[in-house]
């Protein structure tokens, strides 16, 4: 049974801080994916990695950053938070191309 | 790049209706197309997915239908229930590779008994 895992459910934390999200997957998955989802925007693509070391942008990428240096950890960094960023974060994981994204349970982050 | 438009934005049932959500992609070298079922509170799950080789998929009560040349895919559901109420969400391959996946805005589907 896969199991994606991140690192807080609730989150706050006040313009300008930098912020770390982290999202592990138990499943030795190869790629993984960060979203944020906003209410009527869906679930909109920030970055994605393939491998280890390796990451590509998604729709969205302005204000975050991420690393991956363990197959099994992907994080997301916001380097100065602001307001507009507040959102709910879902982490993914999947094995190889085509294929079903396990989801993690989200992480809801607020902006102050 | 990739863009996917999801029609319509909610849609309300009666218990045993049938529910139709539509999907528009623009990029005609994508080849799999995902929905996702979000209840309320919960993370997205896959519910079916179907292939560019294949023009129906069918998996007890819900269907997926695609439409490659007109770039369009749907979701059928029949027989709905109140547990089908949820958000559903399209996608579709968003690189070459096919792991980036770029979805819908969501379809809050309310199924009242």
């Known amino acids: 049974d896969v199991k994606v895992t991140q690192s807080s459910r609730y989150l706050v934390k006040r313009t300008g801080e930098k912020v770390f999200l982290e999202c592990v997957q138990d499943?030795?998955?190869?790629?993984m994916f960060w979203y944020r989802q906003d209410p009527g925007l869906g679930l909109r693509l920030i970055y994605f990695?393939?491998?280890?070391?390796?990451?590509e942008k998604g729709d969205i990428p302005e204000g975050y950053s991420v690393s991956r240096e363990k197959k099994e950890r992907f994080s997301l960094i916001l380097e100065s938070a602001s307001t507009n960023q507040t959102s709910m974060y879902l982490c993914?994981?999947?094995?190889?191309?085509?294929?079903?994204?396990?989801f993690g349970p989200g992480t809801r982050l607020t902006v102050t | 790049g990739e863009n996917v438009e999801q029609h319509p934005s909610t849609l309300s049932v009666q218990e045993g209706d049938s529910a139709v959500i539509k999907c528009t992609y623009s990029?005609?070298?994508?080849?799999?197309f995902p929905w996702y079922k979000q209840e309320l509170g919960k993370r997205p799950q896959l519910i079916i997915d179907?292939?560019?080789?294949?023009g129906e998929k069918k998996d007890q009560r819900i269907a997926v239908t695609l439409n490659k040349t007109a770039k369009h895919f749907s979701l059928h559901i029949t027989e709905t229930q109140p547990e089908d109420s949820a958000v559903y969400f399209c996608?579709?391959?968003?690189?070459?590779?096919?792991?980036?996946?770029?979805f819908g805005k969501g379809t809050t589907l309310s199924v009242s008994s």
């Open positions: 996608a579709a391959t968003a690189n070459q590779a096919g792991t980036a996946l770029i």
């Open positions: 499943m030795d998955h190869e790629n």
């Open positions: 990695s393939y491998d280890v070391k390796m990451k």
């Open positions: 990029d005609s070298a994508s080849n799999y």
């Open positions: 179907i292939r560019s080789n294949v």
């Open positions: 993914a994981s999947t094995e190889g191309g085509r294929g079903e994204q396990y």
